[in-house]
């Protein structure tokens, strides 16, 4: 199995509204990350997680809360969200954090803030 | 700190001829490139990195990137486009000490039949 597999694909939530995002891999990385992007743009890291730490956290608002069950699962939490929050929402994983490791991405989750 | 810059906010080729992506980047030390292709509401593939040895590296679907020390450059290449490969790039750094990935702004590649 080499994927990430993000679930929902899309999502549409209130201002008000709690849900989570999903992202899962069997390839035995150690290394997960969430980045958002918007339209046509690159990528943005939000977190990193190393050996089911956090390890780096970039200033991102605390109405998204990422959380690491186990080394094949992340989640990331949204509550409260903004309609500027919209955006895809993408999952990627690696061997390590060292800098020689690329990592696979999945196919991300398209949200709306409403 | 690390960073990648991708000149060309779009390139246009017609199918059959050779294309160019290009990048730069600067990085404090040896610095670890990456090429990545993004379709329309998808996630990032990815096509081929450089770590060290040769300077010519293949990747996938027919790319190959080469790397320039003296100029910092990292562009990516392929002999003959294909329509198919339309699509978003995406170029790549870490530095030797880094363990975060950043990303250049991207080049649109829009091949004509």
């Not at chain 1, 999502?11 to 989570?20: A, C, D, R």
Request: charged share 15%; net charge positive; glycine share 8%.
């Amino acid at each position: 199995d080499t994927e990430v597999t993000q679930t929902p694909k899309h999502l549409v939530m209130g201002m008000t509204n709690k849900k989570s995002l999903k992202c899962e891999q069997h390839m035995g990385h150690r290394a997960m990350y969430w980045y958002k992007q918007k339209a046509k743009k690159p990528p943005e890291l939000m977190f990193v997680y190393s050996y089911e730490k956090l390890s780096i956290n970039e200033s991102v608002p605390s109405r998204f809360s990422p959380e690491c069950p186990n080394s094949s699962l992340l989640n990331l939490h949204l509550h409260a969200l903004q309609p500027e929050d919209s955006a895809l929402y993408l999952c990627a994983s690696s061997q390590a954090t060292g800098p020689n490791y690329g990592y696979t991405f999945g196919s991300g989750t398209r949200l709306t803030v409403v | 700190a690390q960073s990648v810059a991708q000149p060309e906010d779009q390139v246009n080729v017609a199918e059959g001829n050779p294309l160019t992506v290009k990048c730069t980047y600067s990085v404090s030390g040896n610095p670890y490139l990456f090429w990545y292709v993004q379709y329309p509401n998808r996630g990032l593939q990815f096509l081929l990195k450089y770590i060290t040895g040769d300077n010519l590296v293949k990747g996938s679907y027919g790319f190959e990137a080469e790397f320039n020390k003296s100029q910092t450059s990292f562009h990516l290449k392929k002999p003959s486009a294909l329509v198919s490969d339309s699509a978003l790039y995406f170029c790549a750094v870490r530095g030797p000490w880094g363990n975060k990935l950043v990303f250049g702004a991207g080049t649109i590649l829009r091949v004509k039949s």
